[in-house]
């Protein structure tokens, strides 16, 4: 597991060249910097100034080789390199809030834009005037989009928002692609129709009476699976759930014992990794034929466990302090990150054989994990 | 042991009568303080996932309006209860939209 430390400053996004040699990070300020490996060290070799408030999301397209940011000046950027000079092209949005989270659909024709006016932004280039248009997707969104993913056929969007719903739309554009064929989302799709919507707080298991979690929590990240077929989106009630479309549409959710999960993704078609404020990632696994979510594990660097005999003196101090009287070392975090990871991303394998991933965080570190070490370091992981 | 299962099984979550959740509250009081601290452990365990939630949200509601001997008892109960539900179980008493 690599760990690099780039700055102090919490790493509001960042996003991945093609090559995966070069990544572009947006440390809390307003400006994107992109570094380039060079052996074991990071270098920076391009600062990409324009926006005018803190660059909220990055997105890396791999084959055109564009980067768009989005920030919370209302403002999105498309960037192409010429000449190895990164320029920016201003995209207008027409939103009167910060954006939050931008996209780059499958094919790259298109990109979506998640902001706290509570619509989503499809914006795709028009070739007659050499401009990005946007159309917006507003019925029936209530609260800010904080999270996008695109299906991989170019045309559906899921949306995780604040209002406690996670949300699959069609963003199909018809100036620049063709009718898409039915998916087990939906057959009609016209532009900004709602596939699908969980009813967050719905349990998918027995409840004796004692009910539903009521309410859920704002929905921080949202992944398709490879195929496409399924949905997984993380919540702030500390709930994880998975939807898999078709006729009948099942949710299996899964409420968990840490704090909530920020980000989330498919390593393969049954296994999600997630992670967010307990600061390591954690392994969920899902099982299609009986519709059940479980807990895998705690993905981190194993720390060696210094057992050492607590002395009386610290044992009544740890009465006094905490009123009780085990040792608990709990004054330094032993997992990689030291603060809350925020994003998530997948190096190498795609989402249906990931073997790598990336995590950053508001420590302002990237670490790079490794699927197969993970699996042969912790022994009851399995990854399906 | 039934007391508790009994009245946790039906919570007046989705009623906004303020008279009918205080009422419940407080039967849950008396239960939770009726019970022996050694007993408390095997209480919890008893309940499911759902059950624990639940408990938890009403470990809190009971904390908001402190009589002499409550807190004590409460503060047993929110102990073993959270080494059943986890941080994540407080987490969702925060961030639950409707109250017990």
């Not at chain 1, 990409?48 to 564009?66: F, Y």
């Not at chain 1, 969980?198 to 009910?211: D, F, H, K, V």
């Not at chain 1, 959710?253 to 078609?269: G, Y």
């Not at chain 2, 019970?35 to 365990?45: A, C, L, R, T």
Request: contains cysteine; charged residues 25%.
């Amino acid at each position: 597991m690599a760990y690099h430390s780039f700055l102090l400053e919490p790493i509001s996004c960042h996003a991945w060249n093609k090559d995966r040699t070069q990544i572009a990070l947006c440390p809390n300020n307003h400006d994107v910097y992109i570094y380039k490996k060079d052996g074991t060290k990071w270098n920076k070799i391009h600062e990409l100034k324009e926006h005018n408030g803190q660059v909220t999301g990055i997105d890396w397209a791999p084959d055109s080789d564009r980067i768009v940011t989005c920030g919370a000046d209302r403002n999105a950027y498309v960037w192409t390199q010429k000449e190895g000079v990164w320029k920016p092209t201003l995209v207008i949005l027409r939103i009167n809030r910060a954006a939050r989270c931008v996209k780059w659909s499958p094919r790259e024709n298109k990109f979506a834009v998640g902001s706290g006016s509570r619509l989503i932004s499809v914006c795709y280039f028009e070739q007659e005037n050499d401009w990005w248009v946007c159309k917006h997707i507003k019925k029936p969104i209530r609260s800010t989009i904080l999270s996008l993913d695109w299906h991989p056929n170019n045309v559906l969007l899921a949306a995780g928002s604040c209002d406690f719903k996670c949300r699959v739309f069609s963003a199909y554009i018809k100036e620049v692609e063709e009718k898409p064929g039915p998916t087990s989302w939906g057959s009609k799709m016209p532009f900004g129709e709602m596939l699908f919507e969980s009813s967050e707080g719905s349990e998918a298991g027995p409840s004796e009476g004692a009910g539903a979690a009521g309410g859920g929590g704002w929905v921080h990240g949202v992944c398709f699976s490879h195929s496409g077929n399924r949905l997984t989106w993380t919540s702030h009630d500390s709930s994880v759930a998975v939807a898999e479309g078709g006729k009948t549409c099942t949710i299996s959710s899964l409420r968990s014992d840490n704090l909530p999960l920020l980000c989330v993704t498919f390593i393969t078609e049954n296994s999600i990794v997630a992670a967010g404020h307990d600061c390591y990632p954690v392994l969920f696994v899902y099982d299609g034929a009986k519709g059940s979510l479980t807990y895998g594990g705690k993905l981190d660097v194993p720390k060696q466990a210094a057992a050492k005999g607590i002395s009386a003196r610290e044992r009544f101090q740890n009465l006094d302090r905490r009123a009780s009287t085990t040792q608990t070392s709990e004054q330094t975090i032993d997992t990689l990150h030291k603060n809350s990871i925020s994003q998530l991303s997948v190096l190498e394998g795609g989402r249906s054989k990931c073997s790598k991933f990336c995590t950053t965080g508001m420590d302002g570190g990237m670490a790079i994990w490794d699927v197969k070490t993970l699996e042969s370091a912790m022994k009851d992981l399995k990854i399906a | 042991m039934e007391a508790l299962q009994a009245v946790l099984k039906n919570p007046p979550i989705n009623t906004k009568n303020q008279n009918v959740k205080e009422r419940a509250e407080g039967l849950v009081l008396k239960v939770l303080s009726s019970f022996k601290s050694s007993d408390i452990e095997k209480g919890v365990q008893s309940l499911d996932k759902n059950g624990v939630d639940l408990l938890m949200k009403y470990i809190y509601k009971g904390f908001e309006r402190p009589s002499e001997n409550s807190s004590a008892v409460l503060l047993q109960w929110h102990e073993k209860a959270l080494s059943a539900g986890g941080v994540g179980c407080i987490v969702r008493v925060l961030t639950a939209r409707k109250t017990v």
